[in-house]
């Protein structure tokens, strides 16, 4: 099993930042070993992959956030970042952590609003 844990959520004006962490935990797997990602999911809106840290250091983005947001990973404190920059209001949702070695794991999701 894996506890995934995300902060950093909140509100914040269009062109302004935000940084999500997602602490893991009780993991039997090195951290490293997983493939860790954000999803953010809107009001009637399905979830959607916003970016992923692959177990080979391969990142993929969405394109709406591309140039924008910049997924990283701290092996050492069992984190994975999401630095928001240039906020938009249509990245308003709440995220989620996710994780999968074999297994999939989420978390249990952080606010994200972006208004003026």
């Known amino acids: 099993q894996m506890r995934l844990v995300e902060s950093g959520g909140g509100s914040a004006q269009p062109g302004k930042s935000l940084r999500l962490s997602c602490v893991a935990s009780e993991f039997t797997s090195a951290f490293h070993f997983y493939d860790m990602s954000w999803y953010r999911q809107a009001p009637g809106s399905e979830r959607e992959l916003v970016a992923q840290l692959r177990n080979t250091n391969e990142i993929t983005y969405a394109n709406s956030v591309k140039g924008r947001f910049t997924i990283s990973r701290d092996i050492a404190k069992n984190t994975v970042y999401l630095q928001m920059n240039n906020l938009k209001p249509e990245d308003t949702a709440v995220y989620y952590c996710?994780?999968?070695?074999?297994?999939?794991?989420w978390g249990q999701g952080t606010q994200v609003t972006v208004s003026s």
């Open positions: 996710h994780a999968k070695r074999i297994l999939i794991y």
